[in-house]
């Protein structure tokens, strides 16, 4: 049973243009929901997170918006750069849990100049 | 600023040997942990340590054994390797010491293991 799910495999946007990858959840237990980023050959890097009590949280480029009753978020990137083009992953926890994550399956971005 | 260390970066094994990845941080991070990765199904949680000479089952811990013997590492054993363990492996870190619980995870660089 897949808690978290990226229901796109792969996204590729124009330099410049808005990226928008979203991902959906089932487990009404997760409160803290994070996005990595994973170029090819290294580990995933975190890239942004938010808390259950909030619906939107910023970091330059980077905005992740949390939809509680859809159960629903997603990244959006603004404006997107050809260094952007990585695989994404959705990630979420109980925040009691020791920071165990439960992944989605990536989104492929390809961000083309 | 090594981070996150995995040794081997890529092991070839045959069916029913055994091997034992190791993740070595210098963060002096409490909680370690053992992901794959297989493609169309994320990362999933092998098993995890919340501190040194405790471990824990994640996700998808048969076939797997770990051991935390030192705070800095957490190796992943395979006893009796099988074509389904063929996968990337990574290892990661977190304190949770800093505050609220961020589920920030550093990780490693991952380890390639092909079982024939």
């Known amino acids: 049973d897949q808690q978290v799910k990226q229901n796109s495999p792969s996204l590729s946007v124009q330099e410049g243009r808005i990226s928008i990858l979203n991902c959906d959840y089932t487990?009404?237990?997760?409160?803290?929901f994070l996005w990595y980023k994973k170029y090819p050959a290294e580990g995933p890097t975190f890239l942004i997170s938010?808390?259950?009590?909030?619906d939107k949280n910023e970091d330059g480029r980077f905005t992740v918006f949390l939809n509680k009753s859809a159960k629903h978020l997603s990244l959006h990137i603004v404006p997107s750069q050809p260094g952007d083009s990585a695989v994404y992953f959705c990630?979420?926890?109980?925040?009691?849990?020791?920071?165990?994550?439960?992944f989605g399956e990536g989104t492929q971005l390809t961000v083309n100049p | 600023n090594a981070g996150v260390t995995q040794t081997p970066k890529f092991r070839v094994l045959k069916t029913g040997q055994s091997m034992t990845l190791l993740c070595a941080q210098d963060?002096?991070?409490?909680?370690m942990y053992w992901y794959r990765q297989d493609p169309g199904m994320g990362l999933r949680l092998i098993h995890y340590?919340?501190?040194?000479?405790?471990?824990a089952k994640g996700e998808v811990p048969d076939g797997y054994n770990v051991s935390r013997l030192k705070k800095q590492n957490f190796l992943l054993g395979l006893e009796s390797a099988a074509p389904s363990q063929t996968s990337v492996y990574f290892c990661?870190?977190?304190?949770?010491?800093?505050?609220?619980?961020?589920?920030?995870?550093?990780f490693g660089e991952g380890s390639r293991l092909t079982v024939l």
């Open positions: 938010i808390s259950s009590i909030k």
């Open positions: 340590s919340v501190g040194e000479g405790t471990t």
């Open positions: 990630a979420a926890s109980v925040e009691t849990s020791g920071s165990r994550l439960t």
């Open positions: 963060m002096n991070h409490e909680y």
């Open positions: 990661a870190s977190s304190d949770p010491r800093g505050g609220a619980n961020t589920g920030e995870l550093f």
């Open positions: 487990n009404s237990m997760f409160d803290y």
